[in-house]
Nanobody, 116 residues
């Protein structure tokens, strides 16, 4: 069993920045696909960013050039660097790990609120 723990959410003004972190308790982190999703009230969960096993990265169109996903294998941590935040970025953000060894796991989510 792999546990994922997100942190770094909070309240930020429009145009501000946040860095989300997600730490995996164990597992073959270095060969996993790592993703950030978000879910706003009344909306479906959507993929925000994915760091694939082959190193390629995908972003939701609305966050391109504002968000960046990265990882540190030694710390089993994946990050989501968010800048120039907008009110429409307000959501609960979840990290996901998919590994051919460990399977699929989700974190509990961290709230991001963008408001003045």
């Amino acid at each position: 069993q792999v546990q994922l723990a997100e942190s770094g959410g909070g309240l930020v003004q429009p145009g501000g920045s946040l860095r989300l972190s997600c730490v995996a308790s164990r597992g073959a982190f270095s060969i996993a696909s790592l993703s950030w999703y978000r879910q706003a009230p009344g909306s479906q969960r959507e993929l925000v960013a994915r760091l694939n096993r082959d190193g390629t990265i995908q972003y939701l169109d609305s966050v391109k050039d504002r968000f960046a996903i990265s990882k540190e294998n030694a710390k089993r941590t994946v990050y989501l660097h968010m800048s120039n935040l907008r009110s429409e970025d307000t959501a609960v953000y979840f990290c996901q790990l998919m590994s051919p060894v460990d399977g699929e796991y989700w974190g509990q989510g961290t709230q991001v609120t963008v408001s003045s």
